[in-house]
């Protein structure tokens, strides 16, 4: 994305999970049936240097920080 916005282009990132990357929970689901499909994009701003980045996922919380918690014997906090 650095190269493109440094050139005046728009970009966009998308990524689609493997086959076992089931993890998000559906609405009132009790398992993980969908995968997180995150969607990213940056632009550079009219002013010049400044750059808009937006970061986005259909999950509340990435698997990432989910897993630091479980490697370190800790519970998530609530919400």
Same mark, same amino acid.
């Given at each position: 994305?650095q190269?493109?916005?440094?050139?005046?282009?728009?970009?966009?990132?998308? @990524?689609?999970?493997?086959?076992? =990357?089931?993890?998000?929970?559906? @609405?009132?689901?009790?398992? =993980?049936?969908?995968?997180?499909?995150?969607?990213?994009?940056?632009?550079?701003?009219?002013?010049?240097?400044?750059?808009l980045?937006?970061?986005?996922?259909?999950?509340?919380?990435?698997?990432?920080?989910k897993?630091?918690?479980?490697?370190? =014997?800790?519970?998530?906090?609530? =919400?």
């Open positions: 994305m190269f493109a916005t440094e050139n005046s282009f728009l970009a966009t990132g998308l @990524c689609k999970s493997t086959k076992g =990357g089931h993890h998000v929970l559906p @609405c009132a689901g009790r398992e =993980g049936r969908l995968a997180t499909n995150p969607i990213s994009f940056a632009v550079r701003c009219n002013s010049g240097d400044q750059v980045l937006s970061d986005f996922s259909t999950a509340e919380t990435s698997e990432g920080s897993r630091v918690y479980k490697n370190s =014997g800790k519970q998530l906090p609530d =919400g």
